[in-house]
C-alpha cells in the first residue's frame, strides 16, 4: 500500500520526531587558501505530532463515523496507538512480501 519512505514519514508526523540542525562558520585561511571551520553548533528540534493529520487518518481508516472532535484526550491516544499498531503490521507484511518477492526471483535464475 505505502512504501517504507511514506510509512516512515507518516509515522513520524504521527508520533512526533526531533531532528537535529547543524550550523558551521567557515573562513578562508590566508595560507593555505581553503576554508576552515572555525565554529560549529549542532542544535536539536523537537517536532509535535500533527493532530489534523491524526484526525484525517482515524476519519479514513475508521469504518464508522465518528466525530473525533468530541474525542477525549485519552480517547485520542488510544486510537493513535491503535492506528500506529494498524501501520506495524502494514509494514511487517510488506516488508514480508517483498523478501518473498525477492527469494522468488532468486529461485527463478
Do not use: H, W
Amino acid at each position: 500500500m505505502f512504501d517504507e519512505e511514506t510509512l516512515s514519514a507518516l509515522k513520524r508526523c504521527l508520533t512526533g520526531s526531533i531532528c537535529k540542525e547543524t550550523t558551521s562558520e567557515y573562513v578562508l585561511n590566508e595560507e593555505t587558501k581553503k576554508m576552515v571551520m572555525v565554529k560549529q553548533k549542532v542544535s536539536e528540534k523537537t517536532i509535535p505530532p500533527n493532530p489534523d493529520l491524526m484526525k484525517l487518518i482515524f476519519q479514513k481508516l475508521n469504518d464508522e463515523q465518528t466525530d473525533y472532535n468530541s474525542l477525549s484526550d485519552e480517547e485520542l491516544r488510544k486510537e493513535k496507538l491503535r492506528l500506529l499498531r494498524e501501520l506495524k503490521v502494514m509494514e511487517e507484511n510488506e516488508i514480508k512480501e517483498k523478501k518473498n518477492d525477492s527469494g522468488k526471483s532468486k529461485n527463478a535464475r
